[in-house]
């Protein structure tokens, strides 16, 4: 049975600072894993989907890798604002084509 | 942009009363699914569907049951609500094509109150 976990479950960090949010998964056969974002009472916004066959990904002041052999993934945020504090979800599809998700990390950016 | 609509935001309903959750999603998406979050537990799947009037248990579907009429419409229903099914609700959809590398599109979520 697939297990992710988001270490840790909850980071502060004053704003300008990179950043770095972690997720492991247990079985390593999958076929992609998608970071997400949630605010708070919100619904889950995508962001980032890294393929299988893929190490990273980027879109703007994000990046995200993939380590599939060691089941591992890691959130790179560059220059954090504080319009960043949000909880950061990952979640891995496998082979059943079954998303697992992460418990979550929260993130809040100070002033 | 993906639309996922959720009919609520926040509902409060009694112990036994029969639930309609709505979800509707404006791109033809031909899967969609439902989700529950708790606190510590994260987000466990309850039922998906892969086509009109198609559905599939997810791990959690006791208490549950779905319908799928039209491809842009997902109801998720409590038929006897009770107060362990307080929990905020979510709706997702994807594309089938290459639905195996497809993000998930989520709605804003339903905070359902069973007292």
């Known amino acids: 049975k697939q297990e992710v976990t988001q270490i840790p479950a909850a980071l502060s960090v004053p704003e300008g600072e990179n950043l770095v949010l972690n997720c492991s998964f247990t079985d390593s056969a999958i076929y992609n894993l998608q970071w997400f974002r949630q605010d708070p009472g919100k619904g889950l916004t995508s962001l980032l989907l890294?393929?299988?066959?893929?190490r990273e990904q980027t879109s703007g002041r994000l990046n995200a890798s993939l380590d599939k052999s060691s089941g591992r993934s890691t959130l790179y945020i560059a220059a954090s604002q504080p319009g960043d504090s949000a909880t950061y979800l990952c979640a891995v599809r496998g082979t059943a084509s079954k998303l697992t998700f992460g418990t979550g990390t929260r993130l809040q950016v100070t002033l | 942009d993906v639309k996922v609509t959720q009919s609520s935001r926040y509902l409060v309903k009694r112990t036994g009363e029969k639930v309609f959750l709505e979800c509707v999603q404006d791109?033809?998406?031909?899967?969609m699914f439902w989700y529950r979050q708790d606190p510590g537990l994260g987000l466990r799947l309850i039922y998906f569907s892969y086509d009109v009037k198609m559905k599939e248990k997810g791990d959690i579907p006791e208490g549950y049951s779905v319908s799928r009429e039209k491809k842009e419409r997902f109801s998720l229903i409590l038929e006897s609500a009770s107060t362990n099914q307080t929990s905020m609700y979510l709706c997702a959809s994807s594309p089938r094509l290459f639905s195996y590398n497809s993000p998930l599109h989520f709605g804003n979520g339903t905070r359902l109150t069973v007292t």
């Open positions: 791109m033809d998406h031909e899967n």
């Open positions: 890294i393929q299988s066959s893929q």
